[in-house]
């Protein structure tokens, strides 16, 4: 059970605080925990393949740990300082196959830091922590670690330096880079402190039958971070092959164009072990924050004093009671063991007290753990709490064995607990050999809010173009169905299949306008669902309203702006509304409450709608599109969120025809609408805005909707009038493109490999006449996941129809196409190869696809 976080980007606004935990729950909790609880209880064994640094687990004569600080540099290599374009942004995926990417080692580790990819580990932060973590397992200094990094969808600039390159272009190449010369030398000495050069990537400087299981060390000690790289070529005893031996012939002797660059002053000025450290923590540390513009780092993180791990709420039989488990995650670095007599967690009920007469749990250690720097213990929470008074927030004190304690109260803010929305576990199952996925949960019943679930999953891509072993990171949102009350608590379930293989990897959310249960790991739950046993009659809890004290709720960051997502399954009937920070918010519909608002005349005591507002006249409550936004022009998102600035703004970006305001401060515009989007009873448009309380701002996947006075005659337009104004263009499929014809929604192949192989590209405009061009001489061309393109001539084996259903997403560079979605691909076929039988299944498969 993990709640609602403020985003990285609003996690920059903390006041920097030194040994200050951060707030919980924040952004980086998920990445905290990967990169420090590495061992012991609870351990994310995030550090297997690397500890001990000699580690060889990729393979016999590869330092694993090597192969993580080398994967740091490729995939930042490409960085453009004048553009603001590469950087570590997980571009690297892409690029295994583009002749600069040489070797097995930058494969897998790709494929073993996929382990911890999710919607809130990006593959770049990963690869961050990876460098982190290779320097520190073999005895380096600690780099500092910031987070936040964006990951690339395709393949970024060429660049990456080879071998063969004379020292001014490694000179021009690194200042590209915003690497000095001084720089460019200290971050490879530092990045050749560790492993060897391998005669499989590069036979002209080790030879085959060379070495020892085909490599040969950089220095004389290849599993241990020091300045050997340093002292042996200053001294003249190296055996770098970098630096002589066959490379020299060839022109390949890389390190030493660049060590020799200045004279060897700069490498002069590493041989003292402490120096060499320091440097390199700190050209290290350059190395992993740099990043494409327009991306914001957050500061170094650290391990938290005290941490809520694995917090959750489960409704025990009969109803009357919850149970909460998890554990209180101390951190004793810096204390001696046994230290700590016990913990106590002291909790306030949902009206901000303690109703019950007994709001405390006293622990004492279970399990401990360790990571690179640290040690830690954990406290087991398990204690029963009534379902009338209920929690929102808690403390914690850590009594030591000395008499003393200690208090942490989360920053001032108490440590936040909502039991308004519950991911019922024992009544939720997912069965991994198919991925059927049944969750169940609890909406506690003042909660007025229709609740959805969110799944975040990973699609494997086989034998993928490039030879990507990253999976694709995939995400929708289910409707849930009311089940039985059970007391203050009503059941709501949902059932999704979760394809490809890795189910056991998925996380999942369930939210109800601002109240969340987030971020659950399916791997909890068992492969059959329980039954509940014992019910309750349904009755109303006081007090509290829906937030908790602070728990649930993911609302985007309040400077963020609202991109379109496209990710929502066919089946689904809420918003997935992606921030610029990289976290998600799901809105669901919002039930009206069941008094009824005026839409008439306002008053001056309460809420009224606004029949004008700056130039535009209201024309309805409407609802989203269908997989769509139904206003795309542009889009922004705050907290002072009012009908008068959302008009401004979308006046300001281009004079728009229409704008609308949803879930109280989110602000759109467009010159047309979704054809989908259809009208609402006023009813549902029932959030007030945030930042003017007598105004409507819409609701959770509902628009307060606005359209532009008559220009033509100088009237205002009626709410009719505008009514009957029709979108520019309509979603809907092409029976034909260019030189192509419609086949249908095609799965990808089953058998090793892409469904088509001939040629591939992704963008993020992609469009169905973008892709037909690109593959313009091959047979069929296929849009997959909104924004992939394939080609070939040929469909692998395997491959085969699918319900025209599922190819749901629409076009990444038009609303108004659809593009396949997650493994299925919306299928073309040149007409002139179209054989007459082949024309007539067609048109039955569009006649089928037009009736779903």
Same mark, same amino acid.
């Given at each position: 059970?993990?709640?609602?976080?403020?985003?990285?980007?609003?996690?920059?606004?903390?006041?920097?605080?030194?040994?200050?935990?951060?707030?919980?729950?924040?952004?980086?909790?998920?990445?905290?925990?990967?990169?420090?609880?590495?061992?012991?209880?609870?351990?994310?064994?995030?550090?297997?393949?690397?500890?001990?640094?000699?580690?060889?687990?990729?393979?016999?004569?590869?330092?694993?740990?090597?192969?993580?600080?080398?994967?740091?540099?490729?995939?930042?290599?490409?960085?453009?300082?004048?553009?603001?374009?590469?950087?570590?942004?997980?571009?690297?995926?892409?690029?295994?196959?583009?002749?600069?990417?040489?070797?097995?080692?930058?494969?897998?580790?790709?494929?073993?830091?996929?382990?911890?990819?999710?919607?809130?580990?990006?593959?770049?932060?990963?690869?961050?922590?990876?460098?982190?973590?290779?320097?520190? @397992?073999?005895?380096?200094?600690?780099?500092?670690?910031?987070?936040?990094?964006?990951?690339?969808?395709?393949?970024?600039?060429?660049?990456?330096?080879?071998?063969?390159?004379?020292?001014?272009?490694?000179?021009?190449?690194?200042?590209?880079?915003?690497?000095?010369?001084?720089?460019?030398?200290?971050?490879?000495?530092?990045?050749?402190?560790?492993?060897?050069?391998?005669?499989?990537?590069?036979?002209?400087?080790?030879? @085959?039958?060379?070495?020892?299981?085909?490599?040969?060390?950089?220095?004389?000690?290849?599993? +241990?971070?020091?300045?050997?790289?340093?002292?042996?070529?200053?001294?003249?005893? +190296?055996?770098?092959?970098?630096?002589?031996?066959?490379?020299?012939?060839?022109?390949?002797?890389?390190?030493?164009?660049?060590?020799?660059?200045?004279?060897?002053?700069?490498?002069?000025?590493?041989?003292?072990?402490?120096?060499?450290?320091?440097?390199?923590?700190?050209?290290?540390?350059?190395?992993?924050?740099?990043?494409?513009?327009?991306?914001?780092?957050?500061?170094?993180?650290?391990?938290?004093?005290?941490?809520?791990?694995?917090?959750?709420?489960?409704?025990?039989?009969?109803?009357?009671?919850?149970?909460?488990?998890?554990?209180?995650?101390?951190?004793?670095?810096?204390?001696?063991?046994?230290?700590?007599?016990?913990?106590?967690?002291?909790?306030?009920?949902?009206?901000?007290?303690?109703?019950?007469?007994?709001?405390?749990?006293?622990?004492?250690?279970?399990?401990?753990?360790?990571?690179?720097?640290?040690?830690?213990?954990?406290?087991?929470?398990?204690?029963?709490?009534?379902?009338?008074?209920?929690?929102?927030?808690?403390?914690?004190?850590?009594?030591?064995?000395?008499?003393?304690?200690?208090?942490?109260?989360?920053?001032?803010?108490?440590?936040?607990?909502?039991?308004?929305?519950?991911?019922?576990?024992?009544?939720?199952?997912?069965?991994?050999?198919?991925?059927?996925?049944?969750?169940?949960?609890?909406?506690?019943?003042?909660?007025?809010?229709?609740?959805?679930?969110?799944?975040?999953?990973?699609?494997?891509?086989?034998?993928?173009?490039?030879?990507?072993?990253?999976?694709?990171?995939? =995400?929708?949102?289910?409707?849930?169905?009311?089940?039985?009350?059970?007391?203050?608590?009503?059941?709501?379930?949902?059932?999704?299949?979760?394809?490809?293989?890795? =189910?056991?990897?998925?996380?999942?959310?369930?939210?109800?306008?601002?109240?969340?249960?987030?971020?659950?790991?399916?791997?909890?739950?068992?492969?059959?669902?329980?039954?509940?046993?014992?019910?309750?009659?349904?009755?109303?809890?006081?007090?509290?309203?829906?937030?908790?004290?602070?728990?649930?709720?993911?609302?985007?960051?309040?400077?963020?702006?609202?991109?379109?997502?496209?990710?929502?399954?066919?089946? =689904? +009937?809420?918003?997935?509304?992606?921030?610029?920070?990289?976290?998600?918010? +799901?809105?669901?519909?919002?039930?009206?409450?069941?008094?009824?608002?005026?839409?008439?005349?306002?008053?001056?005591?309460?809420?009224?709608?606004?029949?004008?507002?700056?130039?535009?006249?209201?024309?309805?409550?409407?609802?989203?599109?269908?997989?769509?936004?139904?206003?795309?022009?542009?889009?922004?998102?705050?907290?002072?969120?009012?009908?008068?600035?959302?008009?401004?703004?979308?006046?300001?970006?281009?004079?728009?025809?229409?704008?609308?305001?949803?879930?109280?401060?989110?602000?759109?515009?467009?010159?047309?609408?979704?054809?989908?989007?259809?009208?609402?009873?006023?009813?549902?448009?029932?959030?007030?805005?945030?930042?003017?309380?007598?105004?409507?701002?819409?609701?959770?996947?509902?628009?307060?909707?606005?359209?532009?006075?008559?220009?033509?005659?100088?009237?205002?337009?009626?709410?009719?009038?505008?009514?009957?104004?029709?979108?520019?263009?309509?979603?809907?499929?092409?029976?034909?493109?260019?030189?192509?014809?419609?086949?249908?929604?095609?799965?990808?192949?089953?058998?090793?490999?892409?469904?088509?192989?001939?040629?591939?590209?992704?963008?993020?405009?992609?469009?169905?006449?973008?892709?037909?061009?690109?593959?313009?001489?091959?047979?069929?061309?296929?849009?997959?996941?909104?924004?992939?393109?394939?080609?070939?001539?040929?469909?692998?084996?395997?491959?085969?129809?699918?319900?025209?259903?599922?190819? =749901?997403?629409?076009?990444?560079?038009?609303?108004?196409?659809?593009?396949?979605?997650?493994?299925?691909?919306?299928?073309?076929?040149?007409?002139?190869?179209?054989?007459?039988? @082949?024309?007539?299944?067609?048109?039955?498969?569009?006649?089928?696809?037009?009736?779903?």
């Amino acid at each position: 059970m993990r709640y609602a976080h403020p985003t990285l980007a609003g996690l920059l606004s903390l006041a920097a605080r030194t040994g200050a935990d951060p707030t919980w729950p924040a952004a980086t909790d998920e990445m905290e925990e990967i990169v420090y609880q590495l061992q012991g209880f609870k351990g994310r064994v995030f550090n297997d393949v690397i500890t001990p640094c000699n580690n060889e687990a990729a393979g016999p004569g590869r330092v694993t740990a090597s192969e993580w600080l080398r994967v740091g540099f490729h995939d930042m290599a490409t960085h453009n300082r004048v553009f603001g374009t590469g950087g570590l942004d997980a571009s690297l995926q892409f690029e295994l196959t583009n002749g600069e990417n040489t070797g097995p080692g930058h494969n897998t580790t790709l494929r073993f830091l996929a382990n911890y990819y999710s919607s809130q580990s990006s593959m770049a932060d990963l690869i961050a922590a990876g460098v982190y973590a290779s320097v520190r @397992s073999c005895g380096g200094p600690v780099v500092p670690l910031r987070l936040g990094r964006k990951d690339a969808t395709s393949s970024g600039s060429t660049g990456v330096p080879q071998p063969q390159n004379s020292a001014e272009t490694f000179r021009q190449q690194f200042d590209r880079m915003g690497f000095s010369t001084e720089e460019m030398i200290q971050v490879t000495a530092c990045g050749h402190t560790l492993g060897g050069v391998h005669s499989e990537e590069f036979p002209e400087i080790v030879p @085959s039958g060379t070495g020892t299981n085909g490599q040969k060390q950089l220095d004389t000690t290849d599993a +241990t971070f020091d300045n050997k790289v340093v002292t042996e070529y200053i001294s003249g005893t +190296t055996q770098n092959p970098l630096v002589v031996g066959p490379a020299v012939a060839v022109n390949r002797h890389s390190d030493f164009k660049v060590f020799n660059i200045d004279g060897n002053a700069t490498m002069n000025g590493l041989t003292s072990a402490t120096t060499f450290r320091d440097v390199c923590k700190t050209v290290l540390q350059k190395m992993i924050d740099t990043v494409p513009s327009g991306v914001t780092l957050t500061d170094p993180i650290a391990p938290y004093a005290v941490k809520p791990v694995d917090m959750q709420l489960t409704l025990n039989s009969g109803g009357s009671t919850f149970l909460l488990s998890g554990y209180i995650r101390v951190r004793t670095t810096n204390r001696a063991s046994g230290a700590i007599k016990n913990i106590k967690m002291t909790w306030k009920d949902r009206n901000g007290g303690c109703a019950s007469g007994s709001c405390s749990y006293t622990a004492t250690v279970q399990g401990a753990g360790t990571g690179f720097d640290d040690t830690f213990e954990f406290f087991p929470i398990s204690t029963n709490i009534p379902t009338s008074s209920g929690i929102s927030s808690f403390t914690v004190t850590v009594n030591l064995n000395d008499g003393t304690s200690e208090s942490y109260d989360n920053n001032g803010n108490s440590y936040p607990l909502s039991d308004a929305i519950i991911l019922q576990k024992p009544q939720s199952c997912l069965l991994q050999s198919s991925g059927a996925l049944t969750v169940s949960a609890l909406v506690r019943n003042d909660i007025t809010a229709t609740p959805s679930l969110g799944i975040s999953y990973l699609t494997p891509r086989g034998v993928v173009r490039n030879g990507n072993p990253v999976p694709i990171l995939s =995400s929708t949102t289910v409707a849930m169905t009311k089940g039985d009350c059970a007391g203050p608590y009503t059941f709501y379930s949902a059932s999704y299949t979760i394809a490809g293989g890795l =189910s056991y990897a998925a996380k999942l959310s369930v939210t109800a306008g601002s109240n969340s249960d987030s971020f659950n790991k399916a791997s909890d739950l068992s492969g059959s669902c329980a039954a509940f046993s014992g019910t309750a009659s349904c009755t109303t809890p006081g007090g509290g309203g829906g937030g908790g004290g602070g728990g649930g709720g993911n609302e985007p960051d309040a400077s963020s702006t609202i991109a379109s997502s496209s990710a929502a399954g066919p089946s =689904s +009937t809420s918003s997935v509304v992606e921030v610029t920070s990289s976290s998600h918010i +799901t809105s669901s519909t919002t039930i009206a409450p069941s008094s009824t608002t005026s839409s008439t005349t306002p008053t001056a005591t309460g809420p009224a709608r606004k029949p004008t507002v700056a130039g535009y006249t209201r024309l309805r409550c409407a609802t989203e599109g269908s997989g769509v936004r139904a206003l795309t022009g542009a889009s922004f998102a705050y907290d002072t969120m009012t009908l008068e600035s959302c008009a401004a703004n979308c006046t300001a970006a281009g004079n728009f025809a229409y704008f609308g305001v949803e879930y109280a401060r989110e602000c759109y515009c467009g010159n047309s609408l979704a054809a989908s989007s259809s009208e609402a009873p006023d009813s549902e448009c029932n959030m007030l805005c945030a930042g003017d309380a007598t105004e409507y701002c819409g609701a959770g996947n509902r628009l307060e909707l606005y359209a532009k006075h008559d220009a033509g005659t100088g009237t205002t337009a009626t709410s009719t009038t505008a009514s009957a104004a029709q979108p520019t263009a309509t979603l809907g499929r092409k029976d034909t493109v260019g030189d192509y014809v419609f086949v249908g929604c095609q799965t990808e192949a089953t058998e090793g490999g892409r469904a088509l192989e001939g040629k591939a590209w992704a963008d993020d405009g992609m469009t169905l006449e973008g892709c037909a061009e690109a593959c313009s001489g091959w047979e069929y061309f296929g849009v997959e996941y909104g924004r992939e393109c394939y080609c070939g001539n040929t469909l692998r084996g395997g491959s085969a129809p699918a319900p025209l259903a599922d190819c =749901s997403f629409t076009c990444a560079g038009t609303p108004y196409e659809y593009c396949g979605a997650g493994n299925r691909l919306e299928l073309y076929r040149l007409a002139s190869a179209s054989s007459s039988s @082949s024309s007539k299944t067609r048109r039955s498969r569009l006649e089928r696809g037009r009736r779903l």
